[in-house]
């Protein structure tokens, strides 16, 4: 799981509630993505960010917001819009190398399981 | 649409045995990822292989890539139990000064003792 934490580790979430999960990174890396997983399925993107106070939609950012106030972190609410919220989010980060591009490779937290009372 | 879609969606094999996963994308890459996930867990990187390379090999890995077909393999040789968990391919989106990566749903690998 390298230097990124993803908390908590599970989070509950009642009709109408918005709910912030954490990621935080040591590595210094500029880029950091947030992703959903449903059982069985691969990830999807909701948002990523390749520098401070500035961020991307993924593919399914609907429902989601994110904020990049600081280098380290880059947390994920999840408002009453997402209707179907519960799965596993991911949250990841990469390095930046020239040409503004991030490195390939991403590095990924352990992960936050999100159910709806 | 997944770039990538990982095939078969399921392997299960004896400790000892190679496994082989397929990966088949749809659009011109810059390089190809492979990612394994343990149940619950946050994904691990395994390796990458670049368009312009045709294999490459790390410890009982081995990954080739046809950029004609658009199809990659990923074989891990001498199976051990602990290779049990799912592995994810994953492409680059392409072009521009924003870099994302595009997953595969996966293959469970299942090795018994």
């Known amino acids: 799981d390298g230097g990124i934490t993803q908390s908590p580790k599970y989070l509950f979430r009642k009709e109408g509630q918005n709910v912030t999960l954490s990621c935080e990174q040591n590595?210094?890396?500029?880029?950091m993505y947030w992703y959903r997983q449903d059982p069985g399925q691969g990830l999807r993107l909701i948002y990523y960010?390749?520098?401070?106070?500035?961020?991307q939609k993924g593919d399914i950012a609907e429902g989601y917001s994110v904020s990049r106030e600081k280098k380290e972190s880059f947390p994920l609410t999840v408002t009453s819009a997402q209707k179907n919220p519960t799965a596993f989010y991911l949250c990841?980060?990469?390095?930046?190398?020239?040409?503004?591009?991030?490195?390939?490779?991403?590095?990924f937290g352990p992960g936050t399981r999100l159910l709806v009372l | 649409s997944q770039q990538g879609e990982e095939d078969p969606q399921a392997l299960s094999i004896q400790e000892g045995e190679n496994a082989t996963m397929n990966c088949s994308y749809k659009?011109?890459?810059?390089?190809l990822q492979w990612y394994r996930q343990n149940s619950g867990r946050g994904l691990v990187h395994l390796i990458l292989?670049?368009?312009?390379?045709r294999e490459k090999h790390s410890g009982r890995l081995r990954v080739t890539l046809d950029t004609s077909k658009k199809s990659s393999s990923l074989l891990i040789t001498a199976s051990r139990a602990a290779d049990t968990a799912s592995y994810f391919c994953?492409?680059?989106?392409?072009?521009?000064?924003?870099?994302?990566?595009?997953f595969g749903k996966g293959t469970l690998l299942t090795v018994n003792p």
């Open positions: 659009t011109s890459i810059n390089n």
């Open positions: 292989i670049r368009s312009n390379e």
């Open positions: 960010s390749q520098i401070v106070n500035d961020f």
């Open positions: 590595l210094n890396h500029d880029a």
């Open positions: 994953a492409t680059d989106a392409g072009g521009g000064s924003n870099y994302k990566l595009t």
């Open positions: 990841a980060s990469a390095r930046r190398r020239g040409a503004g591009r991030a490195e390939e490779t991403q590095y």
